[in-house]
């Protein structure tokens, strides 16, 4: 299953890597990337969609699905 997130908030390469770092703490994530520049995730795996979403808001950014 892949995800695809918009994800707020982030101005630099440290919010990059510290949203991605997140998505890989929830459980069943596979392989995560994020694009600082587009602002969106890229999420593989089997994770509950609303636990990616509060990993992603825990760190302080905002998260939606990518419709």
Do not use: F
């Not at 990337?33 to 994770?47: D, M, R």
């Amino acid at each position: 299953m892949t995800v695809e997130l918009n994800i707020s908030g982030m101005s630099c390469g440290h919010c990059e890597k510290a949203v991605k770092s997140a998505l890989k703490s929830v459980a069943g994530v596979e392989n995560a990337e994020v694009n600082l520049q587009q602002g969106t995730a890229t999420v593989e795996g089997n994770a509950d969609v609303q636990a990616l979403i509060q990993a992603v808001t825990e760190e302080g950014y905002g998260a939606t699905v990518r419709n």
